[in-house]
């Protein structure tokens, strides 16, 4: 189990080296291929290769109302009466929610033998020939590696949910 120092590490460490091009879908699920590559701490030029998908739902449209059956599950009075404000002042408040499934069983595991540069060049020129416009290559901590993919999808739902929330006004939902 990691420490609070540790985990700070491993977001500090995670680098995103190449992004999708795409982001998450506005009407429908996105599925992102992810390589996220972490240098062996006790072999030299060994570095862990972890290939998978992660899957991320539609976002949803969460309303005042709905939000604060949501948020209040267990919260106390004056945690209601802060949503009912909220309520009343915050105009057209709306929040996307946007859900993430995250399968173990799509990842797969091999160890290269090269310096982590050329490795991630390899993936880089296997992206470029397959142009997958939704591969990702991130560089991470090998113990924390889950840490890292869970950055990584929480900096595609900062990238994505302007253009999420226009798509919704332009159609009207907001």
Known sequence: MLDAASFQYVLENTEVIL????????????????????????EVNAVRVRDGRLHADKPQIIAPGHLQRLLLDGFGERAEQYMDWLQRNAGHLAVLKYGFQFRKTDVT????????????????DQIDYSEDPLSAIIQGIDEGWEISLLKFASDLIQESSGS???EFRRRGLL
């Open 109 to 124: 595991e091999s160890i290269v033998h090269s310096p982590v540069e050329e490795v991630i060049q390899r993936i880089k």
């Open 19 to 42: 992004a999708p091009e795409r982001r998450i879908e506005t009407f429908g699920s996105t599925s992102f291929r992810f390589y996220l590559v972490t240098e062996l701490m006790d």
């Open 164 to 166: 999420n929330m226009g």
